[in-house]
Structure formats: structure tokens, C-alpha cells
């Protein structure tokens, strides 16, 4: 079993839909990362949060420390969100972030 | 800054031959790390760097590999020999105050070994 579970792996919207990817993990994780990859390959930090929600234009991240869950949620998306989102979190008293398997999220004009 | 800088962007190698992958971090950061992407594992630490000193290899499959930090400001990851289950994307990314803070990656290297 991964340490950092992600849900759903795959996940096909229309424009305009209200996207929620989850991320449940079993380790001790003191923060944790979200991370968006473009068909391009390149690897962009969208979000560290090791509390409560942070957002960033249309993107908000959310997490339960306690729970050990992480959503994070895209309003009125667009084709341009298409793109691969992974979180991670660093173990605690290390520096190793462990990474989910990977969101592949396209959204369909 | 211009961001994390890794060179090549692609290389094509044959098996047995030497590979280096470069990587330039943003100025001040304290922390490199060098990440592996395969279609079957993910993401996966190889080895980290604190103020240019190797902290933790246990990633590093192989004595195959290596990696240096001559300076604060550049990195090398070399294979030898090469072998095609190397074939990957290496990452390099590098932050202030480890992974308690915002990780920034380059574009990676996408490695082929025939």
C-alpha cells in the first residue's frame, strides 16, 4: 500500500465543472504539497499547506491534519487545467517528500 | 532568478555509455534534490543536497550512480554505465528551507538509454 494515496487516478470533466481531487496519506507528514505536471513534463508547486485551506485564483487546497486528507479543488475549470496533479508530503523528521501516484486530469471544452 | 536549470533536456545514449545530467538551482536555496519519474514508480527521491553536502543516497539504486554538488550553484547526476532500465525523467529541484518549503523544479531531463 503507498504511503500518499490519490483519488480519483483519472478524471475527465467539461468546462466550466467544479473539480475535486483527494490525497489521503498513512505517514506522519508535517506539510504537504500539492504539484501540477503538463503534458510538457515540467513540474510546477501549486500549493504547501500544513493547515486548514490556501487558495490561489481558482484553485483551493484543503487539509485535516488529524484525518490525514488533503482535496484539492479547481472552480469552472478550464482546458488549460488539463494536466497531471500529484501531492506529496515530506515525512516528518526528513527531508523525502513521498508522492502520490499521480491525478491525469483533462477537461473537455 | 531564471528558475531551476537542468541540461540536457533530452539525451539519447546507448547501454554502457556515460551519462551526466546537470543541474543549476535557484540562488539561495539551500536544499537540491535529484527525482527520478518512470511510468511504474512515480516520483522518487535520489539523493538531497544541504548546502552542497550529500545528506541522504538511499535512493541512488546503484553504485551506478552518482551525484556531486562541487558548488552552491551546480549539481551533477551521472550514470555508468547506462543501462535502459535508467530510462526516466530526472528532476532537479531545489528550496530555501528543505522540504517544509516550496519545492521548485527544473524541466527535467528525459533520458533514453537504447
Known amino acids: 500500500k503507498n504511503e500518499v494515496e490519490q483519488s480519483p487516478q483519472n478524471l475527465t470533466a467539461q468546462e466550466g465543472e467544479f473539480i475535486t481531487i483527494n490525497c489521503s496519506y498513512s505517514v506522519g507528514i508535517s506539510a504537504l504539497h500539492w504539484l501540477q505536471q503538463h503534458p510538457g513534463g515540467g513540474i510546477v508547486s501549486l500549493f504547501m499547506l500544513s493547515s486548514g485551506k490556501k487558495k490561489h485564483g481558482r484553485l483551493i487546497a484543503t487539509i485535516n491534519i488529524q484525518e490525514k486528507h488533503s482535496s484539492l479543488h479547481i472552480t469552472a475549470s478550464h482546458p488549460r487545467d488539463s494536466a497531471v496533479y500529484i501531492c506529496?508530503?515530506?515525512?516528518?523528521?526528513?527531508?523525502?517528500?513521498?508522492f502520490g501516484q499521480g491525478t491525469r486530469l483533462t477537461i473537455n471544452p | 532568478d531564471a528558475g531551476v536549470i537542468q541540461s540536457p533536456r533530452h539525451e539519447v545514449t546507448e547501454m554502457g555509455q556515460e551519462v551526466t545530467l546537470r543541474c543549476k538551482p535557484i540562488?539561495?536555496?539551500?536544499?537540491l534534490f535529484w527525482y527520478r519519474q518512470t511510468m511504474m514508480r512515480g516520483l522518487e527521491l535520489l539523493i538531497y543536497?544541504?548546502?552542497?553536502?550529500?545528506?541522504?543516497d538511499s535512493g541512488m539504486p546503484e553504485d551506478r550512480f552518482s551525484a556531486k554538488m562541487p558548488n552552491a550553484s551546480f549539481s551533477t547526476l551521472k550514470i555508468q554505465p547506462s543501462e535502459p532500465r535508467d530510462s526516466a525523467v530526472y528532476f532537479c529541484a531545489s528550496s530555501f528551507l528543505g522540504t517544509n518549503t516550496e519545492a521548485f523544479f527544473g524541466q527535467g531531463t528525459r533520458l533514453t538509454v537504447v
Open positions: 540562488s539561495g536555496h539551500d536544499y
Open positions: 506529496a508530503g515530506p515525512i516528518q523528521g526528513a527531508q523525502k517528500l513521498v
Open positions: 543536497f544541504n548546502n552542497n553536502v550529500p545528506i541522504d
